[in-house]
């Protein structure tokens, strides 16, 4: 699979001196990947996707997106990418909905016809065509997302970077939210670069989940399965492994031997196989 | 009432376009001196302060027209040009609410536009004379004589156009003549009469404004000096 | 000035003038104010007053609350009238309904008008700095007007608006303010990101809603024509004449319908109350 983001051996430097490095693994992206970073507050999730959008400059190592270095030419690679960052609520800067998801193909100098097609299909995409005369301060956390995420996917990005989507908005909101980002990666083949809390709703997205530690070390990498199944590594790193890793896992203690199932229907099915298999054992002995 | 907002209609119209005239050429310049800023770093910064003045304004301190402004605050955070870009913002918008006349935004551009730019300096003179020992009491002087000023800079307007404030009793009453607007205008009844009611109205609204510029100056160089004195960012 | 409900009202208004188009109402609010600037009748401003009653009650929102914020001005109107008092109320009467007509214009535009179509509208005169500028300090106000509300219910919940304590109350506001700046210039680098990712080169604003002119916006301009030539007419003709008192009747009368059927059989707690 092409890299399309490689950083290595990065690091950053806070105005007051704190330091954070993205030591310990190497990160990388591949093409219509999906990624899901978890760590707990303060670790450098956020800072990561800042330097990847090229808000900030490193002080050491090398960061290359899409081919270029982003705190030195992101102009080049801007168009390619979409972002949606924390706290959405602050990304949306244009007066209504219709101005803020054609904000950037107005600025990249669309024609008016092609960015008014780009802005429909989007918006219908997201199902959010009735909002598209609205002003931002009257929508509902869930549909701010959305909005910001049709602001973010209008240009058809490469690579899209959302900085803890799923933050103020309600579950149903979210499994719609995931459902599409699904559908935007399947459809399009858009790598999707994510950072969450929520546990639960990582199985669901990730093809590849980094965990990153306090100070920026990356401490772990694998698929969601092989990142829930290590159990210190999580704890090390201050994160709760979602509610179907921790029953797989106090199983475990008590003796049942099974595959770690990260998805409810997955479980349903893992445990309903163990108890026919342990029936037919019992029956049999 | 740290400073008045001129209503519509009760001045002559020759000098609210003079004020709209002035306030375009100070605007243009303001925009040149500022045009080494790139539009998408000075607009944030535009927009946000802009908008602190306006919350500022819809909290009354003393009911019926008592609110704070932040001009001071905005002329230090800001500098001047792009204080006086963000006045015009805010003057044009409050005019949208009916809080001060549409047609004099460019007289009242100017009338507040001076608190945030002599503001600016003066905080600027205090500094350099008291060194960075009170932030308080520089901001706090820097405020209470800039509104002072912007408030004689009014009289100032009123002063050379109250024939239209005279004449409007004659044109009323129909009795009267130009003569008896220019007798009132002689007299200097209105001028002086205004001038008194302004500095006994005033003077509690530059305190409050003073001492809460004062108290947020010092607030924000505890936390973020930078936004006080650039030179340490 | 109750920013909020403005643009509440604005944008979820449904009468004839929040179906006209931005320019169309900037042309009636336009024309009204210079109908106030060029006329001294006493009798002709109360008519016009009366006719922006009678339009706010059609706007079908709290008439009330409509002519409080637009009351304002009135505050800064009087210190003029007392300043030129010369033993007539008639002539103080001009000065304040002056400042009280150009005042309610303004605000029958903006109450029924989002302010970004307003901001459109006025686009093309404006240096492009000031336009972006007037697009992002509407958005920011918004943010920072929740950011306040926060703020004071903190301090309310934490003891730091007690009544009485009027000094502690100026310096724990003081400080609210102070970190609302704070915040205000996190913000405001927050906005510097989010332009520099999205790849702003000078346009906030889409050059607002393509909308076809109609009726409604027919009536604004008639009316706004009809008191400017009301104004017109009575600045030629003297104080006083016939034209005057047809005015005041016709505009008083209207007020009373539009009063006695919009407002009384259907919203008059609603309305009033709020």
């Known amino acids: 699979m092409e890299e399309i983001v490689k950083i290595r051996n990065l690091g950053f430097k806070y105005p007051d001196g704190t330091t954070l490095k993205f030591d310990g693994q190497d990160f990388t992206v591949g093409r219509g990947e999906r990624v899901v970073m978890l760590g707990p507050n303060g670790s450098g999730k956020s800072t990561l996707l800042s330097l990847l959008l090229g808000l900030l400059k490193p002080s050491e190592g090398e960061i290359e997106v899409l081919g270029v270095d982003p705190s030195k030419e992101y102009e080049k690679i801007r168009e390619r990418i979409g972002a949606l960052l924390q706290n959405v609520d602050l990304q949306i800067i244009a007066p209504r909905v219709w101005d803020d998801v054609s904000f950037s193909p107005r600025n990249y100098g669309y024609k008016e016809e092609e960015t008014a097609r780009l802005v429909e299909d989007i918006l219908k995409k997201l199902e959010i065509e009735h909002l598209k005369d609205k002003v931002p301060h009257y929508l509902s956390g869930g549909e701010k997302t959305k909005v910001g995420l049709a602001g973010a996917l209008v240009i058809k990005p490469e690579l899209l970077i959302l900085d803890e989507p799923f933050e103020h908005i309600d579950p149903a909101c979210r499994t719609e939210l995931i459902k599409l980002l699904n559908r935007v990666n399947k459809e399009n083949g858009t790598a999707i670069i994510l950072s969450t809390h929520n546990m639960n709703t990582v199985p669901l997205i990730a093809d590849t989940v980094y965990l990153i530690a306090e100070g920026g070390n990356i401490a772990g990498k694998g698929t969601p399965k092989e990142i829930f199944s290590q159990v210190e590594t999580l704890s090390k790193c201050h994160i709760e492994p979602p509610i179907l890793g921790e029953l797989f896992s106090a199983l475990k203690k008590q003796g049942v031997e099974m595959d770690i199932s990260l998805t409810v229907d997955e479980a349903a099915c893992t445990i309903a196989n163990a108890m026919v298999l342990s029936k037919n054992k019992t029956g049999l002995g | ?233 | 000035m109750d920013v909020s409900a403005i643009d509440y009202y604005a944008n979820h208004g449904r009468s004839f003038l929040h179906g006209a188009r931005a320019l169309s109402k900037i042309i009636f609010a336009g024309l009204v104010i210079a109908s106030v600037v060029i006329s001294n009748s006493f009798y002709l401003l109360l008519a016009v007053y009366f006719s922006l009653l009678t339009i706010a009650i059609w706007t079908r929102l709290p008439v009330l609350k409509i002519v409080t914020i637009a009351a304002y001005p009135a505050i800064f109107a009087l210190i003029f009238a007392a300043a030129s008092w010369n033993g007539s109320w008639v002539s103080a009467g001009v000065i304040v309904l002056k400042a009280l007509s150009a005042s309610l214009a303004m605000v029958i535009l903006i109450v029924t008008t989002p302010y970004p179509d307003v901001f459109s509208s006025i686009e093309p005169v404006l240096p492009r700095i000031i336009t972006e500028g007037l697009f992002l300090t509407y958005r920011s106000l918004f943010v920072l007007l929740e950011l306040t509300d926060n703020l004071v219910k903190g301090l309310r919940v934490r003891g730091g608006l007690t009544h009485g304590r009027y000094i502690k109350n100026v310096v724990n506001f003081s400080s609210g303010i102070g970190l609302l700046l704070v915040r205000g210039l996190d913000l405001s680098e927050r906005f510097y990101g989010v332009l520099n990712v999205r790849g702003y080169s000078g346009r906030i604003s889409g050059g607002g809603r393509h909308e076809k002119t109609g009726v409604n916006d027919f009536a604004a301009i008639v009316i706004g024509v009809l008191i400017f030539g009301a104004a017109l007419l009575i600045k030629k003709n003297g104080e006083l004449s016939v034209y005057d008192g047809c005015m005041l009747a016709i505009s008083l009368a209207a007020l009373i319908l539009s009063a006695a059927y919009v407002v009384l059989p259907n919203t008059w707690g609603r309305a009033w109350k709020r």
Not at chain 2, 65 to 77: E, K, P, S, W
């Open chain 2, 1 to 233: 009432m740290s400073h008045m907002h001129i209503p519509d209609g009760v001045l002559p119209v020759w000098i609210v376009t003079a004020g709209w005239v002035v306030t375009a050429l100070l605007l243009a310049f303001c925009i040149k001196r500022v045009s080494s800023i790139e539009l998408k770093r000075k607009v944030p910064l535009i927009g946000i302060i802009s908008a602190l003045m306006i919350v500022g304004m819809t909290l009354e301190i003393v009911p019926i027209a008592y609110h704070i402004n932040l001009t001071v605050v905005a002329g230090i955070v800001l500098g001047p040009a792009l204080a006086f870009i963000s006045v015009f913002i805010v003057d044009l918008l409050i005019s949208m609410f009916g809080h001060g006349g549409v047609t004099v935004v460019g007289l009242n551009t100017i009338i507040i536009g001076a608190e945030a730019v002599l503001g600016y300096y003066l905080f600027q003179l205090f500094k350099e004379v008291m060194g960075n020992k009170s932030m308080f009491w520089e901001s706090s002087l820097a405020a209470f004589l800039s509104l002072f000023l912007s408030t004689s800079i009014m009289l100032g307007v009123i002063y050379i156009s109250p024939e239209k404030i005279g004449s409007i009793g004659h044109l009323v009453s129909g009795t009267g003549s130009d003569t008896n607007g220019q007798r009132l205008l002689e007299d200097g009844i209105n001028f002086s009469r205004f001038a008194k009611t302004v500095f006994i109205l005033s003077p509690l609204g530059w305190i409050l404004e003073s001492v809460i510029t004062g108290l947020v100056v010092k607030y924000v160089y505890r936390v973020r000096p930078d936004l006080i004195l650039p030179e340490r960012a």
